[in-house]
């Protein structure tokens, strides 16, 4: 039902709606852990159960999909994931591995599940905050579906054919270290998407504000907004671009400054 009310409303009452005086992404802070004073965070209990709850409903076939503790009924496909997947797993035989890094209790996996019936050996592995873990260990793994505490260690149970960071890296405070360990890693294809940038030369850290509307109450979290030409630099000489393209058409901004989800495909520089 949310996705059908979205369809109707006219693109400026969004824009209006996420730029308001108290959701939508706000400051300018001088490192994560001042902003951090200040946000709620992702681990929040009731944010954890809200998507258990909507998780839940996916897994019975309740409702189609979910995502950020809200269930769709027609959500919108990601042809740009589902077609780097199964160009993936067909260079591996019609075998699969995907480490998605932040992929909450299986958001991506379910939503793609039943369009991979092709890959005979398919193995989904969620790195997440412990609570997540925990919870998806408990509740939601399965012989495809497994959740890992660490990049370290997901790589010592498997070899990931591709990494997802989907809606997820720019919350994460030591990015460029963490890539650092997937290039050592050597881990072949990396996937991304719903990233936001400026084009200024320096990351700029804000807050984003959440609408009650996804968790049942307001929830606030660190996030960069990457300088996009130093992420490009980084990520060009230790990767090769695939692809790249505009995640989500829909104009959002940042303290009058518009912008626009993007995403990319890169693929490792051979050594």
């Known amino acids: 039902m949310h996705y059908l009310i979205k369809q109707f409303i006219p693109p400026i009452f969004k824009t209006l709606y996420w730029y308001s005086f108290k959701y939508g992404w706000k400051g300018d802070y001088e490192s994560f852990e001042a902003a951090n004073k200040i946000a709620s965070g992702y681990d929040e209990q009731n944010i954890l ?22 269930v769709y009924d027609k959500p919108k496909m990601n042809f740009s994931m589902l077609a780097t997947l199964l160009t993936v797993a067909a ?3 019609c075998n699969l591995t995907v480490l998605d890094f932040g992929g909450s209790l299986g958001t991506t996996y379910n939503h793609k599940r039943n369009y991979l019936q092709s890959v005979h050996n398919l193995h989904w592995c969620i790195v997440e905050q412990p609570n997540y873990v925990e919870a998806g260990r408990k509740e939601f793994e399965h012989e495809r579906l497994h959740f890992y505490y660490s990049l370290e260690e997901c790589l010592q149970h498997h070899k ?5 960071f989907s809606g997820v890296i720019q919350y994460i405070e030591k990015t460029y270290e963490l890539l650092d360990q997937i290039v050592l890693s050597g881990v072949k294809y990396l996937y991304i998407d719903y990233i936001a940038f400026n084009d200024e030369d320096r990351d700029r850290i804000a807050i984003q504000h959440v609408p009650p509307v996804y968790y049942g109450s307001p929830a606030s979290y660190t996030c960069w907004f990457y300088s996009k030409p130093k992420f490009y630099k980084y990520m060009q000489d230790r990767f090769d671009l695939v692809y790249d393209f505009i995640a989500d058409h829909d104009k959002y901004y940042i303290q009058l400054k518009p912008f626009v989800y993007e995403g990319q495909l890169w693929k490792l520089k051979q050594a």
Do not use: A, L
């Open 160 to 164: 990931p054919d591709i990494i997802i």
């Open 49 to 70: 159960e809200k998507i258990k709850e909507t998780t839940r409903k996916v897994v019975s076939g309740e409702v189609t999909y979910e995502r950020d503790g809200i």
């Open 91 to 93: 260079e591996n035989n």
